[in-house]
């Protein structure tokens, strides 16, 4: 929820993918009990792949970073928005029946109130960012998208079923690496991003490991193949839990989020 202020790394960058360690049990929790395999994806349903990989930047701090990939035309994107009865994204899971996912959205105020624009199914909520940021969204006709605000700004007019806002923009398409005002310190990250096969990714980081310059270095710097990236709300707020194949997999936010983004099946 806070700002981000300071300057980009420009330390080399290398990344460490290993094969050993298991991610822990405190945050990276299944059901099932099951171990999860490093640099594999896995198949949970159609459209639905998990994968785990062990990120190392230059300060030499490190994490098990979990990737939910999906297919776009087998899943829709709900946002749900509640101000005054935040929950975890646990519990957010929990209410919505037949959730394949549900992950943190953007960022908001000690009220709970976004301090962008949301919208859930259809209503409009807030005001939009303007000159920075971007926006996660579902058009009139179905279709998720992911713009940066400076590009593209947002217009009132605009018939959207399903939107959150958040900032910055990590990467623009093509895979630009953007420049941006970070914090420096380490806090628990999540990224929404599309790839270049256009599939829809989320990305978190459970443990307070990276700068934001740092996990963008990372971002670009993996194999995911990354097409344009926006930052959600991190620190407290960073969860994801997957629900998909018999299943329920995923790392809690540690406080109650008011915008919960929800992948359902087609």
Not at 44 to 60: A, F, N, Q
Not at 182 to 197: G, L, M, P, Q, Y
Not at 257 to 265: S, T
Request: charged share 15%.
């Amino acid at each position: 929820m806070s700002a981000w202020l300071v300057t980009a790394c420009q330390l080399p960058l290398t990344i460490s993918i290993t094969g050993v360690g298991t991610p822990s049990p405190t945050t990276l929790a299944a059901t099932d009990g099951s171990s999860r395999p490093l640099d594999r994806w896995l198949t949970l349903t159609t459209g639905v792949e998990l994968r785990y990989e062990h990120w190392k930047g230059p300060s030499g701090n490190e994490d098990t970073i979990m990737i939910a990939r999906f297919e776009p035309q087998h899943v829709a994107l709900r946002v749900l928005y509640s101000p005054s009865a935040p929950h975890f994204i646990s519990d957010w899971l929990k209410l919505e029946r037949g959730a394949l996912a549900v992950v943190n959205g953007g960022y908001f105020n000690d009220q709970g109130e976004a301090t962008g624009l949301v919208v859930s199914d259809g209503q409009v909520y807030g005001a939009s960012y303007s000159g920075f940021g971007g926006m996660l969204y579902v058009d009139s006709q179905g279709t998720i998208h992911l713009r940066s605000l400076s590009q593209y700004p947002y217009s009132p007019g605009e018939q959207l079923q399903q939107a959150t806002q958040s900032s910055p923009m990590l990467v623009l398409p093509g895979g630009k690496r953007t420049q941006f005002d970070a914090d420096a310190s380490s806090n628990r990250r999540t990224v929404v991003a599309f790839d270049k096969e256009g599939r829809l990714l989320f990305i978190i980081s459970p443990e307070a490991a990276f700068s934001l310059d740092e996990f963008d270095d990372l971002l670009l710097a993996s194999d995911l193949n990354i097409d344009v990236a926006l930052n959600l709300d991190g620190g407290s707020s960073t969860g994801m839990y997957l629900n998909a194949g018999g299943q329920r997999v995923g790392v809690d936010s540690l406080t109650p989020v008011p915008i919960a983004l929800v992948l359902q099946p087609r």
